[in-house]
Nanobody
Framework: QVQLVESGGGLVQAGDSLRLACAASGRTFSTYVMGWFRQAPGKERELVAA????????????SVKGRFTISRDISRDNAKNTGFLHMNSLKPEDTAVYYC?????????????????WGQGTLVTVSS
């Protein structure tokens, strides 16, 4: 079973920084893309940033451009690949549950499959 585990959320003040991490576990043989979504109370889940695993393409929502940076560490052991979301100059409107999402290649039932996997979410609260 492939899982994503996020970490790094917490309570900070406006202007502070946080780094979220997303680690994959399970029988993965490749990671293709990773994205960070967030969902604030009463709002729809939105894509904040995404990166292709080759690192040749990134996407940022307008609301976070210039403040957030997405990155990844590539390991020889694909199961140890980790993605990061570096968040600077945080604002109260950045308060949300942040979810990691990845497209991975994994062995399922003895066969290779492309899976889209979600993490459980980590809460980021920014006080004014």
């Amino acid at each position: 079973q492939v899982q994503l585990v996020e970490s790094g959320g917490g309570l900070v003040q406006a202007g502070d920084s946080l780094r979220l991490a997303c680690a994959a576990s399970g029988r993965t043989f490749s990671t293709y893309v990773m994205g960070w979504f967030r969902q604030a109370p009463g709002k729809e889940r939105e894509l904040v940033a995404a990166i292709t695993w080759l690192g040749d393409s990134t996407y940022y929502a307008d609301s976070v451009k210039g403040r957030f940076t997405i990155s990844r560490d590539i390991s020889r052991d694909n199961a140890k690949n980790t993605g990061f979301l570096h968040m600077n100059s945080l604002k109260p409107e950045d308060t949300a549950v942040y979810y990691c999402n990845a497209g991975v290649g994994a062995v399922v039932g003895g066969s290779p499959r492309y899976l889209e996997v979600w993490g459980q979410g980590t809460l980021v609260t920014v006080s004014s």
